[in-house]
């Protein structure tokens, strides 16, 4: 990293954060079948974008991918995110979702969660208010895409 | 103050002796004192983020040199009354320094009657009320509305519902690869007879753009269109005229140009106004009431129901006096200094691609740009940690993001009060940015 940057910069843009930025993992499109489900998630006022695949067989995410355009942050979260929940049963995917939103939200006990796994790189976020949003884009379509799941095997 | 109702001329060292220049063609007057007039602007002088303030988002809103702020201020402490109602003094004060505002504004503008300023809440305000109360009675279906590629969402949205409530059809002029428009289209648009209104913006808040509104006014009214001119950024960076421009509406908003936010004008040739039904209706802008109708008031109170902003009205005129005391040609020449010597800079950058007319003359104190592998948000968040203010994002024009392939981009947007070290604290911490995201 660099001289110039200030201490929170450097908090903010970990070297692990720009490498998912650059190399994104689960990036891609799923097969399209019975088991799948996508969202489409956007913010209106950055126009960050993610597409968020799941295929979910007895409840429990069996593959996931995303495709998406945005910031550093919301690219690396929601790649990070893909990482941690693909084979996780939704009900632990739900959990990670209220940890990850609570570390955001500056609860320090939550950020200490082994459960998030690369996602804790991206505690220094909750310092800046106007990004929080960023990191979270990729978690509101999980929820989404997760509740559309659920309500389509109930139903 | 003996009268509340005149205002000494502005008294600035920034300013001395500057009246009496008068405007100045061509920005070939002197250069600006920014030193002098930046000890005007309070807010400039403070640290952010333990560096001093680099205020570079002038076309989101300006900074209020503390003439406005004490204007707005003694009308609370001295004057503060309901404008048009009162029989007591403290209402008359206050009437006549309203309505004194409304004149200065008018002799800014280059009208003779103050009749024809409307008092709004801003440009999109002013641009609403048109799209309703002329749009809703003038057009019908197969009419069209020609807009740009280039304009704010408040220069597109009011046409659109205008058009999904008359059955009008929108049509567009496009943009070259340089951000301005392509006139060469206006010819065959305007053959077909159908454009009842062309509503176009003056100078881009995205790209910076100044565009030809006095020629595109020419060739739509030869066609019998009317002509309405978004100014939001031209009020605030480049000299306006009415006469010289030959429109019909005109509307810009305070806070981009020194004055408060929430008020802003719209101007309209009388006649136009005569025939238009009111927009809103309430208190101020009746002449009678029934029962079971009312009849409306004179220009231009039957245009402003309910109690205005009267402070905003105030505050925008000593704005304006500020503001004509340095003269919009030296301040638009000034931008353009800064314009020339950031394109400079950023050019020399590897992987930087700036939007909008590649001759700083074309354009108002605006560059929008974009840097290869690193989105517009991560530059404005690294430049804010070092106290330079940016903006970053589709800037409400994403026709304008469309039209160039991209979803956001990086914009700095200059004001006279602006430096060339503030230029250079921009470069300086896009180096930052570089070493970041490498
Ligand atoms: C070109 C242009 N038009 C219209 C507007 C809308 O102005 P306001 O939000 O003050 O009504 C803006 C300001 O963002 C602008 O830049």
């Known amino acids: 990293m660099t001289d110039r940057a200030t201490p929170p910069m450097k908090a903010l843009y970990q070297q692990l954060i720009l490498d998912h930025y650059r190399n994104p993992r689960n990036r891609g499109e799923l097969e399209e079948d019975g088991s799948t489900v996508e969202i489409h998630v956007r913010n209106p006022t950055c126009g960050d974008e993610i597409r968020l695949q799941l295929r979910v067989e007895e409840d429990r995410i069996q593959d996931i991918k995303f495709l998406g355009d945005g910031c550093s942050i919301s690219q690396a979260a929601v790649s990070m995110m893909t990482t941690i929940l693909k084979g996780k049963e939704l009900d632990e995917a739900f959990g990670v979702t209220r940890r990850f939103t609570g570390m955001m939200h500056g609860d320090e006990e939550a950020a200490r969660d082994p459960a998030l796994g690369n996602l804790r790189s991206l505690a220094g976020v909750s310092r800046f208010p106007v990004r929080v949003k960023c990191a979270l884009l990729g978690f509101e379509a999980l929820q989404e895409a997760m509740k559309k799941s659920r309500s389509r095997e109930e139903g | 103050m003996a009268s509340p109702a005149t205002h000494p001329p502005t008294d600035s060292p920034a300013l001395a002796g500057s009246q009496s220049l008068g405007p100045r063609p061509g920005g070939s007057g002197p250069e600006l004192d920014v030193e002098a007039i930046r000890a005007d602007f309070p807010i400039l002088h403070q640290e952010v983020n333990g560096r001093?303030?680099?205020?570079?988002?002038?076309?989101?809103?300006?900074?209020?040199?503390?003439?406005?702020?004490?204007?707005?201020?003694?009308?609370?402490?001295?004057?503060?009354?309901?404008?048009?109602?009162?029989?007591?003094?403290?209402?008359?004060?206050?009437?006549?320094?309203?309505?004194?505002?409304?004149?200065?504004?008018?002799?800014?503008?280059?009208?003779?009657?103050?009749?024809?300023?409307?008092?709004?809440?801003?440009?999109?305000?002013?641009?609403?009320?048109?799209?309703?109360?002329?749009?809703?009675?003038?057009?019908?279906?197969?009419?069209?509305?020609?807009?740009?590629?280039?304009?704010?969402?408040?220069?597109?949205?009011?046409?659109?519902?205008?058009?999904?409530?008359?059955?009008?059809?929108?049509?567009?002029?496009?943009?070259?690869?340089?951000?301005?428009?392509?006139?060469?289209?206006?010819?065959?648009?305007?053959?077909?007879?159908?454009?009842?209104?062309?509503?176009?913006?003056?100078?881009?808040?995205?790209?910076?753009?100044?565009?030809?509104?006095?020629?595109?006014?020419?060739?739509?009214?030869?066609?019998?269109?009317?002509?309405?001119?978004?100014?939001?950024?031209?009020?605030?960076?480049?000299?306006?005229?009415?006469?010289?421009?030959?429109?019909?509406?005109?509307?810009?908003?305070?806070?981009?140009?020194?004055?408060?936010?929430?008020?802003?004008?719209?101007?309209?040739?009388?006649?136009?106004?005569?025939?238009?039904?009111?927009?809103?209706?309430?208190?101020?802008?009746?002449?009678?009431?029934?029962?079971?109708?009312?009849?409306?008031?004179?220009?231009?109170?039957?245009?402003?129901?309910?109690?205005?902003?009267?402070?905003?009205?105030?505050?925008?005129?000593?704005?304006?006096?500020?503001?004509?005391?340095?003269?919009?040609?030296?301040?638009?020449?000034?931008?353009?200094?800064?314009?020339?010597?950031?394109?400079?800079?950023?050019?020399?950058?590897?992987?930087?691609?700036?939007?909008?007319?590649?001759?700083?003359?074309?354009?108002?104190?605006?560059v929008s740009f974009t840097m290869e592998g690193t989105h517009p948000h991560d530059i404005a968040t690294i430049l804010d940690s070092e106290g330079v203010a940016i903006r970053a994002g589709h800037h409400c024009a994403q026709l304008v993001m469309k039209r160039y392939g991209v979803a956001a981009t990086a914009r700095a947007s200059f004001y006279l009060y602006n430096t060339e070290a503030e230029v250079d604290r921009l470069v300086e911490s896009l180096g930052t940015v570089r070493e970041i995201f490498g």
């Open chain 2, 52 to 366: 001093p303030l680099v205020y570079l988002d002038n076309a989101a809103t300006s900074q209020k040199p503390a003439v406005v702020v004490e204007a707005i201020e003694g009308f609370y402490r001295r004057d503060n009354a309901n404008v048009h109602r009162g029989l007591h003094e403290l209402s008359r004060r206050s009437t006549e320094r309203y309505e004194g505002a409304r004149g200065v504004v008018a002799s800014w503008l280059g009208v003779e009657d103050p009749g024809e300023v409307i008092w709004t809440r801003g440009a999109t305000e002013a641009i609403n009320l048109v799209a309703r109360s002329w749009g809703d009675s003038h057009l019908r279906e197969g009419d069209e509305i020609l807009l740009t590629d280039l304009e704010h969402h408040s220069n597109l949205v009011p046409w659109q519902m205008l058009a999904a409530r008359t059955g009008a059809r929108l049509r567009y002029l496009e943009l070259d690869d340089e951000g301005e428009l392509i006139l060469d289209d206006l010819p065959r648009i305007l053959e077909g007879g159908r454009v009842r209104i062309a509503a176009i913006s003056q100078v881009s808040n995205a790209l910076g753009t100044l565009n030809p509104v006095a020629e595109i006014a020419r060739q739509v009214k030869a066609h019998g269109g009317l002509v309405l001119v978004d100014g939001a950024q031209g009020a605030a960076h480049a000299p306006v005229r009415i006469p010289d421009l030959g429109i019909d509406f005109y509307a810009f908003s305070g806070h981009k140009m020194c004055g408060p936010t929430g008020v802003g004008v719209l101007w309209a040739r009388r006649e136009l106004l005569e025939a238009m039904e009111p927009f809103q209706g309430g208190g101020d802008m009746i002449d009678e009431v029934h029962r079971d109708h009312s009849t409306w008031a004179q220009l231009p109170y039957k245009f402003e129901a309910g109690t205005p902003n009267i402070s905003g009205a105030i505050g925008l005129a000593e704005a304006i006096r500020y503001l004509n005391a340095v003269g919009a040609e030296r301040i638009l020449a000034h931008e353009q200094r800064l314009v020339r010597r950031t394109m400079k800079a950023l050019e020399a950058m590897p992987g930087i691609r700036l939007f909008g007319p590649g001759d700083p003359a074309h354009r108002a104190g605006v």
